[in-house]
């Protein structure tokens, strides 16, 4: 292993934007059990399919329509 390396020439990581930051959030049984089952379906993590909901909504800003009876 080298005592410094030189840098000068580097590139910015291009996938910088896309680094996930791990948090806590609630949900419901239900709502977990849903993406699970989708996720199984699928053949990915049900963790990276709620991820690509969340990023589909926020990309299309779609709006929640709430209406309560």
Excluded at 17 to 23: A, F, H, L
Excluded at 55 to 62: I, K, W, Y
Aim: with cysteine; hydrophobic share 30%; aromatic share 12%.
């Amino acid at each position: 292993m080298r005592e410094s390396y030189d840098f000068s020439n580097s590139a910015p990581n291009p996938y910088a934007k896309r680094i996930k930051k791990q948090i806590t959030i609630r949900l419901d049984e239900g709502t977990i059990s849903y993406f699970k089952e989708m996720a199984k379906d699928k053949g990915i993590p049900y963790q990276s399919l709620i991820n690509l909901y969340l990023r589909d909504c926020a990309s299309e800003h779609r709006e929640l329509q709430t209406k309560w009876d």
